[in-house]
């Protein structure tokens, strides 16, 4: 009925990771603009896809890193354009939560994808290398614990921890310049 429906011109959709491209794509088929929750889907090649698609439709496409447009990445984003931190040398992000137990999405796509678009959107640049390792305690080929190191071209360096088998839920970010150190954007809180 959504497909059909004349009326309605977008729809977001926030479903289980592993159905955001079908349904996604089914919506662009029936020419609606579409806003998808992280992550836009499992595989790069379904994410293209689906990037094809909407162009070729003249439709807008975005993914849910809604954590982009928060006032504090906002303002951190000014003050390195603004060279008030100096280059920027450093980036740290932690992302732990005593979380939901998953079946096929893992830590990556959950937690880590946060940190990872807001680290992008701050260096306005992709990385030159990455690396990633982790761990599935809970469910074989699952990861529930993971370490990225991602380095960048023009020098910086970010790397981020994120869990689902933390006992307390934890965000932060810290970014170090030449000049100075951005305060912790951070929250925390007791799980459970």
């Known amino acids: 009925e959504i497909w059909d429906g004349d ?13 955001h491209h079908a349904i996604a794509a089914d919506a662009l ?8 929750e992280k992550p836009l889907a499992l595989a790069l090649d379904e994410a293209e896809s689906l ?3 909407a162009s070729e439709r003249g439709l807008t496409l975005m993914v849910g890193h809604l954590l982009e447009y928060h006032p504090a990445v906002r303002r951190l984003g000014e003050l390195i354009d603004a060279g008030e931190l100096g280059a920027i040398r450093y980036l740290h ?21 946060h940190d990872i678009a807001v680290i992008l959107r701050l260096l306005k640049q992709e990385p030159q290398s990455v690396s990633c390792y982790g761990g599935a305690s809970l469910n074989a080929g699952i990861t529930d614990t ?4 991602l380095r960048f071209a023009s020098g910086p360096e970010a790397t ?8 307390e839920k934890e965000q932060k970010l810290v970014v170090v310049g030449s000049e100075k150190k951005a305060p912790a954007m951070r929250r ?4 459970g």
Do not use: M
């Open 188 to 191: 925390q809180g007791r799980v």
């Open 93 to 113: 992000a932690r992302r732990l939560n005593f979380g939901r137990v998953r079946l096929v999405e893992n830590v990556l796509w959950d937690l880590a994808v």
């Open 51 to 53: 990037q094809t698609l």
């Open 7 to 19: 009326g309605i011109d977008a729809v977001a959709i926030a479903t289980p990771a592993e159905s």
């Open 146 to 149: 993971a370490f990225a190191a």
């Open 160 to 167: 981020i921890f994120a869990s689902w088998l933390y006992p």
């Open 29 to 36: 088929r029936a020419d609606k603009h579409c806003f998808v």
